[in-house]
């Protein structure tokens, strides 16, 4: 059941994502605005596309939540191999299930990495051009 599931929520998250599928929505909006004069704008004709796109917004919603989940998990699944493959530290396989602010402790520490290794590098550059004598 739910190799069907994925099977279709992938096809129709591709599918929706088309130009024809957007001018399928507005050529089913313009027929309805242009029918309305023939219904008198009744009550009925307006349900009519409340109800369509609200089942449609509805189940949408839901099909590309899934679809997202597969790519988001597959992602970090690549991700985590390519860490575990190269020099990266392990200690970042995983992060993305912890808490926004124990992410947020790791953003810091890559920050301040980032600012040591930068802060070096001036120097090191600096090193080399008072020994070419510059």
Not at 45 to 61: E, K, P, R
Not at 99 to 122: F, H, I, P
Request: glycine residues 8%.
């Amino acid at each position: 059941m739910e190799k069907i599931f994925n099977h279709l929520a992938g096809a129709v998250a591709h599918a929706t994502g088309r130009p024809w599928a957007f001018a399928l929505c507005v050529a089913s909006v313009v027929i309805w605005a242009a029918t309305g004069p023939i219904f008198d704008y009744s009550e009925t004709w307006q349900l009519i596309i409340n109800t369509g796109t609200t089942i449609i917004t509805f189940l949408m919603v839901f099909l590309i939540q899934n679809t997202q989940n597969r790519d988001g998990a597959a992602l970090q699944a690549k991700l985590d191999e390519l860490i575990r493959s190269g020099a990266a530290k392990n200690d970042f396989i995983g992060i993305e299930h912890l808490t926004e602010a124990e992410v947020e402790q790791y953003r810091s520490l890559c920050a301040r990495a980032k600012d040591r290794k930068e802060a070096n590098l001036g120097r090191t550059n600096a090193d080399a051009g008072v020994k070419a004598g510059l």
